[in-house]
C-alpha cells in the first residue's frame, strides 16, 4: 500500500525566506508521480508542481522546487522568498498508477503560516 | 480558477437524506475524480471516472455513488446520510486516466456537506 508521510504539523517562516515542507513516501511501485497542492483557508485545492519518479532533475515551478531523494524516498517542497500569501495547507500526495485508472494519497498536510 | 466546477457550493442537510454533487470538469478533460475531505479522515479518493466508465475505486461507501454522464459532467450521490458524512467533497479532472507527466488533477472548489 502507498503512504505519504507529512511529519510538521506546522511550520512558520519570515516572509522573504525560504522554507521547505518534509514529505516522505512508500511504494513498491517502480513508477509513480509526486505531486504538492496548496490549500487556503477558502478552501480550493491548487496543483503547484509534479515530480516523476523516473525524473533525472528536481522539478521547479517559480518559487517552487521539489528536493526529490528518490533512495530516501522523500519530496521536500521548497518554497523560496516566502509571500504572505503563501500562508496555507499544504499537502503532499502521490498518484497510484492501476491497471486502468490512477488515483492520489495525500498526506496530512502542513500550515504554514508566514510572518510579516 | 482551475477550470473544474462544483455545485453546489454548500449543501446542509438532515440526517438520513439523499444528495447529489454536480461537477463539471475542465474543457478536454475525460478523466474525473471524486475525493472526500473531513477532519478525522483527511483527504480520501473515493472513485475515478474516464470517459464515462468507472476506472478506480476508493473507500467509497455502499451509500454513496456516481456516475459519469456523455458530456462528461459527474454527479456523486450521497443517500441514507449520517452526520459522519459531513465533509469538503471535492472533484477533480484530468486529461486522461492518469499516470502520464501531463495527467495532473486539477480541482475544483468543493462542495461542502453538513449533515445535522
Known amino acids: 500500500a502507498q503512504k505519504i508521510t507529512q511529519t510538521q504539523p506546522g511550520m512558520f517562516v519570515q516572509e522573504k525566506e525560504a522554507v521547505t515542507l518534509d514529505c516522505t513516501y512508500d511504494?513498491?511501485?517502480?513508477?509513480?508521480?509526486l505531486f504538492w497542492y496548496k490549500q487556503p483557508s477558502s478552501g480550493e485545492m491548487i496543483f503547484l508542481i509534479y515530480?516523476?519518479?523516473?525524473?533525472?532533475q528536481n522539478a521547479t515551478e517559480g518559487r517552487y522546487s521539489l528536493n526529490f531523494q528518490k533512495a530516501r524516498k522523500s519530496a521536500n517542497l521548497v518554497i523560496s522568498a516566502s509571500q504572505l500569501g503563501d500562508s496555507a495547507m499544504y499537502f503532499c500526495?502521490?498518484?497510484?498508477?492501476?491497471?486502468?485508472?490512477?488515483?492520489?494519497?495525500f498526506g496530512e498536510g502542513t500550515q504554514l503560516t508566514v510572518n510579516p | 480558477d482551475s477550470g473544474v466546477t462544483q455545485t453546489p457550493k454548500h449543501l446542509i442537510t438532515a440526517t438520513g437524506q439523499r444528495v447529489t454533487l454536480r461537477c463539471s470538469p475542465r474543457?478536454?478533460?475525460?478523466?474525473v475524480y471524486w475525493y472526500q475531505q473531513s477532519l478525522d479522515q483527511g483527504l480520501q479518493f473515493l472513485i475515478q471516472?474516464?470517459?464515462?466508465?468507472?476506472?478506480a475505486k476508493g473507500n467509497i461507501l455502499e451509500r454513496f455513488s456516481a456516475q459519469q454522464f456523455p458530456d462528461l459532467h459527474s454527479e456523486l450521490n450521497l443517500s441514507s446520510l449520517e452526520l459522519g458524512d459531513s465533509a469538503l467533497y471535492f472533484c477533480?479532472?484530468?486529461?486522461?486516466?492518469?499516470?502520464?507527466?501531463?495527467?495532473?488533477?486539477?480541482f475544483g472548489p468543493g462542495t461542502r456537506l453538513t449533515v445535522l
Open positions: 477533480a479532472s484530468s486529461p486522461l486516466a492518469g499516470g502520464l507527466r501531463t495527467d495532473t488533477q486539477y
Open positions: 511504494t513498491s511501485d517502480p513508477s509513480y508521480g
Open positions: 515530480q516523476g519518479s523516473y525524473d533525472q
Open positions: 500526495a502521490m498518484r497510484r498508477q492501476e491497471t486502468s485508472g490512477s488515483r492520489l494519497t
Open positions: 474543457s478536454g478533460d475525460l478523466s
Open positions: 471516472y474516464y470517459n464515462g466508465e468507472e476506472r
